[in-house]
């Protein structure tokens, strides 16, 4: 016991950066920075200029196999010299190369499909398509093993990627990808719909003080014992200046509409816009159906 208290008292903290790579990798023991500070390791993890640069760091899949896992990340001359010093001190360790040390498995996995889409893009304008061909298979490669080293699943999208071989494959991917996208984008938009419609039937029977899920418009009630009209962003305009604001609308349309108005609903709210189909005062936009039936309902 004493003389292992000793041995740990005569450890070195304040080495040189080859040596701070090589107990790292070796586990020799628990950290170790060079006389700068700017690059140390503590436990399983080295770093570069403070822990927002994470080098790389020891790791175990559930079988107990063991590895390290690099950062493939470019930041300076010095960090790059530093990722080369930690590459060769562990070149008798299995090494496992990720775009940034500190992502999880679903940042990489986007991180990898988005590398490799940047890639392709190169395709529509390479005279030598072979190069960067070569450089789909290694960063694919990347995912491969760092997949099979944990056991996980490759993303179809990565793995259908990573098997890009020419331009028209790479077209496929993005118009596969921009349908998908058009689809989700179109699910969203009816499950917002869904609950704008229900928080915008309690907002006009006064159940709240404003619509949580706006899908673009904003909406107007009144207000009866203030006798102010109210936005679903919670302004309240008086009655008056309402009418008058009204007025003053339905004269501009009438004229054309304008852009940059000219005009400031009170001292406050620059009119932005009026045209037939709406108006935008500030941060709201309103359409003049919503206004026309406002003020139909209001018997102004």
């Known amino acids: 016991m004493i003389s292992k208290h000793l041995r740990q008292n005569r450890m070195k903290r304040v080495v040189d950066k080859h040596t701070v790579a090589h107990l790292w990798a070796n586990r020799?023991?628990?950290d170790a920075r060079t006389a700068s500070g700017n690059?140390?390791?503590?436990?399983?993890?080295?770093?570069?200029?403070g822990s927002h640069f994470l080098i790389g760091y020891h790791t175990w899949n559930d079988s107990g196999q063991h590895a390290v896992v690099i950062t493939r990340e470019k930041n300076s001359n010095t960090t790059n010299g530093q990722v080369n010093i930690v590459l060769s001190a562990s070149n008798h360790l299995k090494q496992l190369r990720v775009p940034q040390g500190?992502?999880?498995?679903d940042q990489l996995f986007e991180k990898w499909y988005e590398d490799i889409k940047g890639i392709a893009e190169n395709l529509q304008r390479a005279r030598k398509p072979e190069r960067y061909i070569s450089q789909i298979r290694g960063v694919f490669n990347d995912a491969e093993q760092y997949a099979e080293f944990y056991g996980l699943t490759l993303p179809a999208n990565l793995i259908e990627a990573g098997a890009i071989q020419n331009l028209d494959a790479y077209s496929a991917?993005?118009?596969k990808e921009a349908a998908f996208r058009k689809a989700e984008e179109e699910k969203r938009y009816k499950r917002d719909f869904k609950i704008h419609q229900v928080q915008l039937k309690d907002w006009r029977a006064f159940k709240t003080a404003y619509i949580k899920t706006r899908i673009g418009f904003d909406y107007l009630r009144f207000d009866s014992k203030s006798r102010r009209v109210q936005t679903s962003q919670r302004v309240e305009i008086?009655?008056?200046?309402?009418?008058?604001?009204?007025?003053?609308?339905i004269e501009t349309i009438n004229n054309g509409g304008c852009t940059n108005c000219n005009m400031t609903?009170?001292?406050?709210y620059e009119v932005e816009e009026i045209n037939k189909?709406?108006?935008?005062v500030g941060c709201h936009k309103i359409?003049?159906?919503e206004i026309k039936a406002f003020v139909k309902k209001q018997g102004w």
Do not use: N
Not at 39 to 49: H, K
Not at 277 to 280: G, Q, S, V
């Open 265 to 268: 609903l009170m001292d406050k």
């Open 277 to 280: 189909d709406y108006i935008r």
């Open 39 to 49: 690059f140390y390791f503590e436990s399983d993890r080295i770093w570069s200029y």
């Open 287 to 289: 359409s003049v159906k």
């Open 238 to 249: 008086p009655e008056a200046i309402a009418r008058r604001f009204y007025t003053f609308i």
């Open 28 to 30: 020799s023991q628990s």
């Open 102 to 105: 500190g992502m999880d498995k």
């Open 173 to 175: 991917i993005i118009e």
